[in-house]
């Protein structure tokens, strides 16, 4: 969670009890005056989204999701990756996502960061001393160490 001008920005991983199925990733802005929803965002084809970064000027969100641990290996991969929004004007725009776990040979972890304000670091999961780092513009970029 974060907050973006007059909206806590809420990001729902929409897993069931079991943790056996998951549906789309949403984000929700809530007024934090008057507690009401003001948007709300799904994030299409990821899932298990629990990463929440927001870059330096605050214009950027970046979402990490790590795909449901249940639908196997193909399935979790096929729906871990990255989201990047323009947070500037409510509701929040797609800049970009990136469905890069095949590439990091894991589903990406739960945690990201911005250090910049074009790129974001993060880990994928089970594959330790593996790093990513990602520069984002027009196209993504994937930096593994």
């Given at each position: ?22 549906a ?34 605050g ?9 449901v641990?249940?639908d196997?290996t193909?399935?979790q991969?096929a ?64 930096r593994v160490r």
């Amino acid at each position: 969670m974060t907050r973006v001008g007059t909206d806590a920005v809420v990001l729902l991983g929409r897993l069931d009890a079991g943790f056996a199925s998951g549906a789309d990733g949403r984000l929700v802005g809530i007024n934090v005056a008057t507690d009401a929803i003001d948007w709300a965002l799904d994030l299409p084809g990821f899932a298990n989204c629990e990463a929440l970064a927001r870059s330096p000027s605050g214009l950027r969100l970046a979402v990490g999701c790590s795909g449901v641990f249940a639908d196997g290996t193909t399935g979790q991969l096929a729906r871990s990756g990255i989201v990047l929004l323009d947070v500037g004007q409510p509701p929040p725009r797609v800049l970009g996502s990136w469905h890069i776990a095949n590439d990091l040979k894991g589903a990406l972890a739960t945690t990201l960061a911005f250090f910049s304000e074009t790129r974001v670091l993060g880990t994928p999961m089970a594959t330790w001393g593996l790093v990513m780092s990602i520069r984002h513009s027009h196209s993504i970029r994937i930096r593994v160490r």
